[in-house]
């Protein structure tokens, strides 16, 4: 190409970059607008759940442990970390019923529980036989972690992230797990995360315990395509809010 010609298309070149580069800031600056939007309303919702909340603290104070209470807790808990929490109200008795039904009482060794929350599955665990000082909760919110603390004194607490779950319990556990039970939001992790998780807890297992896991999902939280482990869902519990679904797996 000719000289002159050559620095003609230069310069469209570097007129159509700095159009670009001008398109660009606009989406940036307009995305923030619309984040700083977002977080602005999430701020305002929040705030007037707390004012709700408040009101209603004075009531709640003489009836410290009732099922209201942890529903403020878990309320507040979910404004400042929505997508760890992964539910706005603790599982209901039925849901938490249905998970501790698939726990056999009478198995050896410690029954692990992930992501514990006030502790709904926890006594279901315990009413069904299973003793407090088998449990060993794995909870990272340190206000749930209180609450735990003091509502199964026997059970051995673990304040921590279960997504490191082998490095936080191989030392722990004397013996192998007889089930692990999990109320983790697992949906909001990468499928990779979830499946390192299951293959973490059969590590820590007895052969052919299971890995209990509940979900408001209608697919399994665990796709079954990636093999290893068997899968078998309850029946819907529409009961709970939202309504949920049990899925247990057990390595093959
Ligand atoms: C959906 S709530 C379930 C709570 C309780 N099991 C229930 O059924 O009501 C999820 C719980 O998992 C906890 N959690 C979330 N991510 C966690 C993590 N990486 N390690 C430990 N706990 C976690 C949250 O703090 C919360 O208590």
Redesign the pocket.
Known sequence: MPLPALQTFERKIGRQLRLLEIRKTIIERKIERQLRLLEQKRTGIGRKIEQRIKQFEPKLEPKRGNRLDDEVRFIR?WIERPL????VT??GKIL?RTMARYVDPNSAGPVVE?????G??TEALVETGVDPSRLVL????PA?CRILRTRFPEATLVQ????RMRRLLETLLLEPAAAVVS???LITKPVKMRLRLIRDAFELMAPGAPFVQFTYAVASPLPKRFGGFSAEASERIWMNIPPARVWVYRRT
């Open positions: 808990s760890s929490t992964g539910a603790p599982s938490a992930l992501g514990p929350g006030t709904p599955v794995v909870e990272s919110n749930f921590g992230d279960a997504y109320g983790l939001p």
